[in-house]
């Protein structure tokens, strides 16, 4: 069993960055790939960013692509979220997941992931 804790939410301006942080315990996660997902209010939970397992493949939303950074360190068993230049379309509750399919390219598909964190709310204000 693995059990993620995101950190880092918060509110910022248009344009600022963030910075999401992922920990996770109970296992170690190097051979999983992960992933951060959002969902706003009334909307469905979306695909935000992957990294396979090895962190050589990375995915991305075409809606971020240019601004989010995924990253791991596998030794601290955390996975990062580098946001900048945030929107106020950026606002949602950021997920992050982890697929134990040992995969080197990350799934986009919600349903590839097997364990999931509670969420951190990002607020971006215009």
């Known amino acids: 069993q693995v059990q993620l804790v995101e950190s880092g939410g918060g509110l910022v301006q248009a344009g600022g960055s963030l910075r999401l942080s992922c920990a996770a315990s109970?296992?170690?996660?190097?051979?999983?790939?992960m992933g951060w997902f959002r969902q706003a209010p009334g909307k469905e939970r979306e695909f935000v960013a992957g990294?396979?397992?090895?962190?050589?493949?990375?995915r991305y939303a075409d809606s971020v692509k240019g601004r989010f950074t995924i990253s791991r360190d596998n030794a601290k068993n955390t996975v990062y979220l580098q946001m900048n230049s945030l929107k106020p379309e950026d606002t949602a509750v950021y997920y992050c997941?982890?697929?134990?399919?040992?995969?080197?390219?990350?799934?986009?598909?919600?349903?590839?992931?097997?364990?999931w964190g509670q969420g951190t709310q990002v607020t971006v204000s215009s």
């Open positions: 109970g296992r170690t996660i190097g051979t999983y790939a």
């Open positions: 997941a982890a697929d134990h399919g040992i995969r080197m390219s990350p799934s986009v598909q919600a349903t590839s992931y097997d364990y």
């Open positions: 990294i396979g397992y090895s962190g050589g493949s990375t």
